[in-house]
């Protein structure tokens, strides 16, 4: 069965500073997605990054970078110089082909709470 | 583009009591996926379609719900009758056709239904 554990349940950070986000997974099967989405206080999930397991070459999106290491199942999320705008809970998530024909059905962490202070 | 939407944000319903929650997928979207957060823990899947067609309803924890897609358009989700165990966001989820190296796979997030059983 597949797991993500997301060890840090709240983060607090003074703006400016760089943060890191840990996300472990667990999963038998080769080929998986990994995902981090974004919840900020109005509740919707944001879709921030996919990542399948073929490609381990890190990206950069802006002040954002996802650390993908196979070989420690991790998946990990850098804020660099972090906003207020930033507080938010942060999810990681993994996708395995379920049962059905095409299903992909995401498995989540329990969320970091992030919360930036000015 | 408009994104997914869910009807109503938030209800409150008493115990034994009926409810049916509504989600408006991304035009285009074939997949559409449900998932609920009850309060502390992970968000969890409950059922996937492809257009109206169920391919997964692994998740369903028992017969009170009812999901159904009609035409493949918007989707319901009943719970009848309701009960106390049921309270927390119910979340909808849309998707393109999954493509390995594609975009198309990224689930995307409606703001979600608070529901509360009382």
């Known amino acids: 069965a597949q797991k993500v554990t997301q060890a840090q349940t709240e983060i607090s950070v003074v703006e400016k500073e760089d943060v890191t986000l840990d996300c472990v997974y667990e999963?038998?099967?080769?080929?998986?997605?990994l995902f981090w989405y974004k919840q900020p206080p109005s509740g919707e999930l944001v879709f921030l990054i996919r990542?399948?397991?073929?490609?381990?070459q890190n990206e950069i999106s802006g002040r954002y970078s996802w650390n993908f290491q196979k070989s420690t199942s991790s998946f990990n999320f850098t804020i660099t110089a972090s906003q207020v705008v930033d507080s938010a809970v942060y999810f990681c998530?993994?996708?395995?082909?379920?049962?059905?024909?095409?299903?992909?059905?995401?498995?989540f962490g329990k969320g970091t709470k992030l919360s930036v202070i000015p | 583009e408009a994104g997914v939407t869910q009807f109503p944000s938030h209800s409150v319903i008493e115990k034994g009591q009926t409810v049916t929650l509504r989600c408006d997928p991304i035009?285009?979207?074939?997949?559409l996926y449900w998932y609920r957060r009850v309060m502390g823990k992970e968000i969890k899947f409950l059922l996937h379609?492809?257009?109206?067609?169920?391919?997964?309803e692994s998740g369903m924890p028992n017969n009170r719900f009812l999901a159904e897609r009609t035409g493949g358009t918007y989707s319901t989700l009943k719970v009848q009758p309701a009960e106390l165990e049921d309270s927390g966001v119910y979340f909808c989820?849309?998707?393109?056709?999954?493509?390995?190296?594609?975009?198309?796979?990224?689930?995307?997030f409606g703001p979600g239904t608070r529901l509360t059983v009382l």
């Open positions: 379609f492809v257009k109206e067609s169920k391919q997964d």
């Open positions: 999963t038998r099967d080769t080929t998986y997605y």
């Open positions: 998530a993994l996708s395995e082909r379920g049962p059905g024909a095409g299903s992909y059905q995401l498995t």
């Open positions: 035009s285009g979207h074939d997949n």
């Open positions: 989820a849309s998707s393109q056709a999954p493509r390995w190296r594609g975009r198309g796979f990224a689930q995307f």
């Open positions: 990542r399948n397991s073929f490609d381990e």
